[in-house]
C-alpha cells in the first residue's frame, strides 16, 4: 500500500537454540516515526537488520518501501538508509570528505556527490565544520555526520538503531531535532531506543517487542493510558494526617496508593482538572495542609515496566486493547 512505509508479518529467526523473533507483526505508515522498545535481547536489533537486508529471516512476509527484503532486497537498499549504534565515519577525514565518500559508494557521481555533501552539511548546521577531521568533533556532532551519511541517497525510509546512545544531553537534542525535520520532509523514520523519553518525545507510535514479538503497539497517550491513566500526586506536611485525607478522596479507597515514608498519597482520576479542583477543595475543607500537588500522567519507564515484566497475561490484555 502506497500509504504504508513498512509490512511485517509472522517474522521469525533464531540463533541457534534462540528465538530472536518469534512471529513478528508490525505495520508503519509512511512519513511517520515509528518507536521500537524494549529490554536488551528482546529481538529490537534483529528486526533492523533484517528490515534493512543484512540479515535473512528464517520465516515471513516482510516488505519495505514496497518491496521484499528477501527476493527484491537491491530494490530495498536503493530506498533505505541505516544509522547503526556505531558511528560509521572515517576519523581521519574531515566532514564533507566522509559525505563526499558515501555519496561515491552510493554511484552518484563525483559532482552529485560534492553538491549532495554541501546540501548535508548546511541541513545539519556543520557547514563551518566540514573540513575538520571528524576526530575533533563532538558526540553530537559526529552523530549529526553520521546522521546526514545515512541520508546521501535521499532515502524513503530510516532506520536508526539506538542513535544517541552515549551523547549527553545537548547532544541527543541535536539529533531529536534533525530527526524532525527528516520527518517534515516525508522519510518515514524506524527508530530504536534505550531511552524512553527519546520514543515520547519523537515517536508517532510506539511498539513494544519483547520474547521476540510486539506486545503492544499504540500512541505513547494510548500506551500511558492502559497503566491507568493520570493521577493526582499529594504530599501532605503532616503524615499523621495520612488516613484523614485517603478518607476524602474521591475515590474507592483501594485505589489510592498511600507512601508514608514521603507522606505522599496518589490517586487515579478520570477528569483531570476538575478532580484536581476537587482534591484542592476538599483538603482546604478538612483543614489538612499539602505541602505539593500535582497532576502526573503515567511515564513511558511504567508502561516499559509492566509490559516486559512477569504480568504476561497483563501483556495480552495491553495488546487487545491497543
Known amino acids: 500500500m502506497a500509504d504504508t512505509a513498512i509490512i511485517v508479518e ?22 511517520t516515526v515509528q518507536g521500537v522498545l524494549g529490554p536488551n535481547g528482546a529481538g529490537k536489533t534483529t528486526l533492523v537488520r533484517i528490515l534493512s537486508t543484512l ?16 527476493g527484491h532486497a537491491r530494490e530495498v537498499r536503493l530506498r533505505i538508509g541505516l544509522l547503526g549504534q556505531h558511528a560509521a565515519l572515517d576519523e581521519e577525514l574531515g566532514g564533507r ?9 552510493y554511484h552518484l557521481g563525483a559532482r552529485h556527490a560534492r553538491v549532495r555533501a554541501d546540501e548535508l552539511l548546511e541541513r545539519f548546521g556543520l557547514t563551518d565544520t566540514g573540513r575538520k577531521p571528524v576526530r575533533q568533533y563532538s558526540g553530537g556532532m559526529r552523530r549529526r555526520l553520521d546522521l546526514a551519511a545515512s541520508l546521501i541517497a535521499e532515502p524513503e525510509v530510516l532506520f536508526l538503531d539506538e542513535p544517541t546512545t552515549g ?10 531535532t534533525s530527526v524532525r525535520s527528516l520527518v517534515g520532509g516525508g522519510t518515514t ?28 503497539d499504540g500512541t ?11 493521577r493526582i500526586d499529594v504530599v501532605l506536611r503532616d503524615a499523621g494526617q495520612l488516613g484523614a485525607a485517603t478518607a476524602l478522596l474521591p475515590v474507592p ?4 496508593s498511600v507512601d508514608a515514608d514521603r507522606r505522599r498519597l496518589s490517586v487515579p482520576v478520570a477528569d483531570r482538572m476538575t478532580a484536581l479542583a476537587g482534591v484542592v477543595r476538599a483538603l482546604e475543607d478538612a483543614g489538612i495542609e499539602a505541602e505539593d500537588i500535582a497532576l502526573r500522567r503515567p511515564t ?10 512477569d504480568d504476561r497475561a497483563g501483556h495480552h490484555r495491553m495488546k487487545e486493547a491497543v
Do not use: C
Not at 509472522?10 to 512519513?31: E, I, N
Not at 570528505?97 to 559508494?105: A, D, I, T, V
Open 55 to 70: 540479515l535473512r529471516p528464517d520465516a515471513g512476509r516482510i516488505r519495505v518501501a514496497g518491496h521484499d527484503v528477501v
Open 10 to 31: 509472522g517474522a521469525h529467526k533464531k540463533y541457534g537454540d534462540k528465538k530472536a523473533l518469534d512471529g513478528l507483526d508490525l505495520t508503519v505508515a509512511s512519513g
Open 300 to 309: 513511558l519507564d511504567e508502561v516499559f515496566l509492566h509490559l516486559t515484566g
Open 167 to 176: 551523547l549527553d544531553p545537548r547532544g541527543r537534542s541535536e539529533v531529536w
Open 220 to 230: 505513547a497517550d494510548e500506551l500511558k493510558r492502559l497503566t491507568g491513566g493520570d
Open 253 to 256: 479507597k483501594g485505589d489510592v
Open 189 to 216: 523514520v524506524l527508530l530504536t531506543t534505550q531511552y524512553l523519553e527519546e520514543a515520547d518525545r519523537l515517536a508517532d507510535r510506539i511498539a513494544f517487542v519483547d520474547g521476540g514479538r510486539v506486545v503492544a
Open 97 to 105: 570528505q566522509n559525505l563526499e565518500m558515501f555519496g561515491r559508494l
